[in-house]
């Protein structure tokens, strides 16, 4: 069965800095890979997406993400961390692209100091 | 497009008493659609699956006569909880199958409080 690990509970960063969250899978096969945000008692919002292709996937709020297949990673990053982007951070990832269940990772809050 | 509109947002109920949460889609149709439970600072995990028209399968571990799902029509799933008590306490959200779409998306969710 797929799983999904995101090493990092807590990130601090300041705001204008660059981040990385980090996310592992383990899944045999080429796996559909997710990163949502959720603001705190809201909904998620998917942030990107990789199915195939390009390995460098660009998401919205300035989010990208790189999959490489070698380490079984697919790490979220930002150039330049806003103070909105303070939330909680959820790698996902389904053996099909929108008829399978989704598995998460158990979430990294990112905090932002100014 | 697929929006999913989930009501209500927030509720506050009585042990013993149930609870129904509605999951509509708005502009597509949706013949699975998933209900997951998130606990407080911790992640989502699915509860169980619904089928139009059929019966839902659950996860192992969720009591399917406590969490009641109907998939009546292709726009709208509900998950009643019955009999709630306060460990059922917790952030429900639906997602619809959409296996015409890449990617997923997620209703807004529904914070349950049984006091």
């Known amino acids: 069965a797929q799983s999904v690990t995101q090493p990092d509970i807590h990130i601090t960063v300041s705001e204008g800095a660059s981040l990385e969250l980090r996310c592992n899978y383990s899944?045999?096969?080429?796996?559909?890979l997710f990163w949502y945000v959720q603001s705190p008692g809201q909904g998620l919002q998917l942030l990107l997406k990789?199915?195939?292709?390009?390995?460098l996937v660009q998401g919205i709020k300035g989010f990208e993400a790189e999959f490489k297949r070698s380490q079984s990673s697919f790490n979220l990053r930002k150039p330049s961390v806003h103070w909105s982007d303070a939330a909680e951070y959820f790698c996902?990832?389904?053996?099909?692209?929108?008829?399978?269940?989704?598995?998460f990772g158990k979430g990294t809050k990112l905090t932002v100091n100014p | 497009g697929a929006v999913v509109s989930q009501h209500p947002s927030r509720v506050i109920c009585k042990s013993g008493t149930s609870v129904k949460i509605e999951c509509r889609s708005l502009?597509?149709?949706?013949?699975?659609m998933f209900w997951y439970r998130q606990f407080p600072k911790k992640s989502l995990m699915l509860m169980a699956t619904?089928?139009?028209?059929?019966?839902?399968?659950?996860e192992q571990g969720v009591e399917k006569d406590k969490f009641l799902i109907n998939h009546a029509s292709l726009t709208l799933s509900t998950l009643t909880v019955t009999s709630a008590h306060p460990e059922d306490s917790s952030f429900y959200i639906c997602s619809p199958s959409i296996s015409e779409h890449y990617g997923y998306t997620f209703g807004s969710g529904t914070r349950l409080t049984v006091v």
């Open positions: 990789y199915f195939s292709g390009d390995t």
């Open positions: 996902a990832v389904a053996t099909q692209g929108g008829s399978e269940k989704l598995v």
């Open positions: 899944y045999g096969a080429t796996p559909y």
């Open positions: 619904s089928n139009e028209g059929s019966k839902a399968t659950y």
């Open positions: 502009d597509f149709q949706a013949t699975t």
